[in-house]
């Protein structure tokens, strides 16, 4: 079992930063990748970004390449995302999640179904 419990969302106008964090514990350190995942109102799950355990390789989705940054500690296991240069579709509920499998096709962490625990999930509310 893992317990992964993000926290660090909260209201930002556009243009601003936030950074989310998500503390993982449990089996936390059995697992090869996290990632972030954002969801909005009746859509798909999204991912966002994902960090390799070995190497701390990183993968972000077009959209926020550039202006989103992940990072991790490891003890105790934590996984930062650092948000900056908010647009207003930017605001959605936040999720963090594992993975047990490495893979060295990247559009694998892109897949919600790849990761096996989830975060309870933080809202992010980017205002004009």
């Known amino acids: 079992q893992v317990q992964l419990v993000e926290s660090g969302g909260g209201l930002v106008q556009a243009g601003g930063s936030l950074r989310l964090s998500c503390a993982a514990s449990?089996?936390?350190?059995?697992?090869?990748?996290m990632g972030w995942f954002r969801q909005t109102p009746g859509k798909e799950r999204e991912f966002v970004a994902a960090?390799?355990?070995?190497?701390?390789?990183?993968i972000y989705a077009d959209s926020v390449k550039g202006r989103f940054t992940i990072s991790r500690d490891n003890a105790p296991i934590t996984v930062y995302l650092q948000m900056n240069s908010l647009k207003l579709e930017d605001t959605a509920v936040y999720y963090c999640?594992?993975?047990?499998?490495?893979?060295?096709?990247?559009?694998?962490?892109?897949?919600?179904?790849?990761?096996?625990?989830w975060g309870q999930g933080t809202q992010v509310t980017v205002s004009s």
């Open positions: 999640a594992v993975t047990p499998t490495y893979s060295s096709n990247s559009y694998y962490y892109f897949r919600a179904t790849s990761y096996n625990y």
């Open positions: 449990g089996r936390a350190s059995s697992s090869s990748a």
């Open positions: 960090i390799r355990w070995s190497g701390g390789s990183t």
